[in-house]
Structure formats: C-alpha cells, structure tokens
C-alpha cells in the first residue's frame, strides 16, 4: 500500500532525501511477443524466439540464428512521418514507451513538461542506418549518401524521438553502456527521481539486429550454432536477439498523487568496472561480486532475502562460470534459484537488462520463476540451483536482475513487490 509518510527519506550514501520508486508500466517489443501479456505468457511457457535471420544474408558467416522480431510492423504503432524520421531501433523504443504508458494509464499529455524525463540504453543504436550510410558512401562517395539518412542516425535520437512523440521536456538521455545499458538506464532514471529532479521517467533500453554486430560476434567465436544453453556443460555461446523494454518509473508521492497502479519498487542498485578485459569478466568475478553486493545493501536488506536471480546467463563459458562464483560468494551456502531469459530471447544487447527486468516483474507478480530452456547437462563449475526447463513457483517478494558488459560493466538492480523492502528511515551521510 502506498502512503504519503513514506514518501521520502535520506540517501545512504550521499545524505540526501530520497524516495521510494515505482514501476506502474511496461512496454514489449521481443522475439516471442509483443506486449507485456505475450511476452509472459511466452515467458512462462519456456517458448523460443530464436528463429533463422532474415533481415541479411549469413550464408558466408557460419551462423544463421537469433532472437529476431518479426512480427514488429512499425506503422501498426507509429504514424507515418515518425516511421519516415526514424530507425528500426528507435521504432521498437517508441513503440514500446507508448505500450508502457497505456499500461501505467497515465493520460495523453501527462508526461509533458520539464518534470517528465527519458533516459534510454543500447549498445549500438541506429545500427542499421551507420550501415547505409558507409555502403553508400564505400560505394559512390559522398553523393551516393542521401541527405535523408543523417537526421536518423546517432543513438542520442532513441530518447529524443520518444520524448518529442509524448512532450517530455525533462532530461532526456542515452546510456551506451553495451549489454548491461538497460539496468544503468534504470538505475540513473531512480536516481534522478530520488534526487529530486523528475517525477516520472521513461526508461528502459531498444536494440536491433544488424549484420556487422552479428558477424563480429561470430569472428569473436562467442557465437553457438543453434541454441543458447546457459549453465549447461557442453554450452557453446550465445545467440544475438533485438527488442525494446520500456518502463514507466514514477516518485511515491507522484504515483499516489494520481491513485497509481503499482507493478513493483526499485531498490538499490549496484555499479561497478573491472576493467580486467575487453570481452572476459574477471576471473574472480570481484565487479560483478561488488555489484550484487551494493544492490542488496543499499536496498536495506541481506542476501538472505533474495528469493532469484534472473541472470546474465549469455552461455559462454567464461560468463557463467564467473556468474556462478557470484552467487556462490554473496549466498554461500543457499541456493538461491537462477535463470537465464536469453535462453529464449538471444542476448538482446544494450535491451537485455531492460526486458529482463520486465521479466523480472512477471516473477514478481505471479510467483512464476520463467525457465532457462535448453539446459540438459549441470556444469560442476556451474553449482547453482537453474530452473531448468520448466517455469517453477516459488517465493518472489524479491529479485534481482543481473547485468554484465564487455569492458566490464557490472550493474545489478533489486526489484521488489510493493510493501516488501524495508521502510524508509533517516539516515546521516
């Protein structure tokens, strides 16, 4: 329940008065639904959107699959001048703000005005048209490139075009923070909240599937043949996906100003870099190991709370196995229950986290841990409690939603049923 006498208190770390923070919408562009309702229900059913690539030809590149969307139809949700404006991955982001601010209920022009912001991640952006751009330019030079395409192109025009499209006037901002983007978005959104600068903020993270991130991954030989087997002995890679997730976080005060539906509360989360490796996580997993920390501290709890962990899970060998360390130096002893989305999403990049998270929301909701599909032989080195297969129920007041990157970006975000985390008190710096 929501109550005015919550509706701040001071930030651990810096002393300042903080908020409580509250998810009261999604929005959905994936591989195995569009909309929060299809993505559930796929979600929960174990069910693949991992499918042959039709968008370029991989018939030289030895890889042929991934978590592709097929059925987004860009003018089913966009008018005409927006479709012509923009990008396929800019799309999928408006798209899905405008899915996300139906299901928060919030009227036509009531995210207008400077206390509205949008803060989006991706790892690559408008990848699709940077590669227009340079064949044309390869091809012809510079009047082979249509004045046209440069307007679409930059990955600071994802939340410019959601913000114009709903009247956001507050800060409006990219995260390319490669494949943990979705969770850094989030987390920047809460804080601009707590720190008093917005009221309701947009966020989440778009990707799409272009060819020369696809190739690069299958040259980085980080690429399995068909399937993504996180945590499995005999994994062999990820497969790449595409997709939106877009929430809508709102202040307590906000939320109850308007008699809010609330879906869940963002807790603390954790960031930090390794470092250690343009493409490895380090060895002892020490970033990803501080990150799950801070997260469950600086949402006033104890490992002991945890009841899942959604995963990066990307089933590469070095991934999995650091993910395992983690868990098995924040819990010890306890097996709290795992799993991967990517197992049926591909790795959707800078999205990941993003529609992770509204996964995530799905656990917190219904009970229902959604499987890490594929998993058919435990990896001694991977001793954690996978829900294998099958969706299990099961205790879900709290969860987290981890995240790695290449350079080794670490962010962890705890997401919790309302009501669960610990009261707001005053705390000194």
Same mark, same amino acid.
Request: hydrophobic share 40%; with cysteine; net charge neutral.
């Given at each position: ?13 810096? /002393? ?13 562009? #994936? ?11 796929? @979600?929960?059913?174990?069910?693949? /959107?991992? =499918? ?6 991989? =018939?030289?590149?030895?890889? #042929? ?46 995210? =207008? ?6 803060? @989006? ?49 507050? #800060? ?68 790449? /996906? ?81 993910? =395992? ?7 010890? +002893? ?8 990517? #197992? ?34 435990? +990896? ?13 129920? /099961? ?35």
């Amino acid at each position: 329940m929501l109550r005015r006498s919550d509706a701040g208190y001071k930030h651990p770390q810096q /002393g300042a008065h903080r908020v409580r923070v509250f998810i009261t919408g999604v929005g959905v562009i #994936s591989s195995i639904g569009l909309g929060k309702d299809a993505f559930w229900k796929a @979600l929960a059913e174990g069910k693949s /959107g991992i =499918s042959p690539v039709e968008a370029f030809d991989t =018939s030289n590149l030895g890889r #042929s699959n991934a978590g592709e969307v097929k059925a987004f139809h860009p003018r089913d949700h966009l008018s005409a001048a927006e479709v012509r404006r923009m990008g396929r991955c800019s799309q999928m982001a408006l798209a899905a703000a405008r899915m996300a601010i139906t299901d928060a209920a919030l009227p036509e022009g009531a995210l =207008s005005g400077p206390r509205a912001s949008v803060v @989006l991640g991706t790892t690559m952006g408008e990848a699709g048209v940077l590669e227009d751009l340079d064949h044309a330019w390869i091809a012809k030079g510079l009047p082979g490139v249509r004045r046209a395409w440069i307007p679409k192109y930059g990955s600071t025009l994802l939340p410019i075009h959601v913000a114009r499209a709903i009247g956001a006037e507050g #800060s409006v901002l990219t995260l390319p923070a490669a494949c943990a983007a979705g969770n850094y978005a989030i987390g920047l959104a809460c804080d601009l909240i707590r720190a008093g600068k917005a009221d309701v903020i947009v966020t989440g993270a778009a990707e799409m599937l272009q060819e020369l991130q696809y190739s690069g991954f299958v040259r980085l030989a980080a690429m399995a043949p068909t399937k993504c087997q996180p945590f499995d002995l005999n994994r062999q890679g990820l497969i790449l /996906g595409e997709g939106a997730g877009i929430l809508v976080v709102e202040s307590e005060a906000h939320a109850v100003r308007r008699n809010a539906r609330v879906l869940a509360e963002v807790g603390g989360h954790g960031m930090t870099c390794d470092a250690y490796h343009i493409t490895r996580p380090h060895p002892e997993a020490a970033g990803s190991i501080g990150a799950m920390r801070q997260a469950i501290e600086r949402s006033g709890l104890q490992p002991d709370a945890v009841d899942f962990v959604n995963a990066h899970g990307t089933g590469t060998k070095h991934n999995d196995a650091a993910e =395992s360390k983690v868990m098995r130096d924040v819990f010890g +002893d306890r097996k709290v229950p795992i799993s991967s989305m990517k #197992s049926m999403l591909g790795h959707c990049m800078g999205a990941a986290s993003a529609l992770e998270a509204i996964g995530c929301l799905m656990t917190l909701e219904t009970g229902i841990y959604p499987p890490t599909i594929g998993y058919e032989t435990p +990896d001694p080195e991977c001793d954690v409690d996978v829900v294998a297969n099958e969706a299990r129920k /099961g205790k879900a007041d709290i969860v987290l939603n981890n995240s790695l990157a290449f350079g080794g970006y670490n962010s962890v975000t705890c997401l919790a049923r309302p009501g669960k985390l610990p009261a707001p008190k005053e705390t000194t710096a």
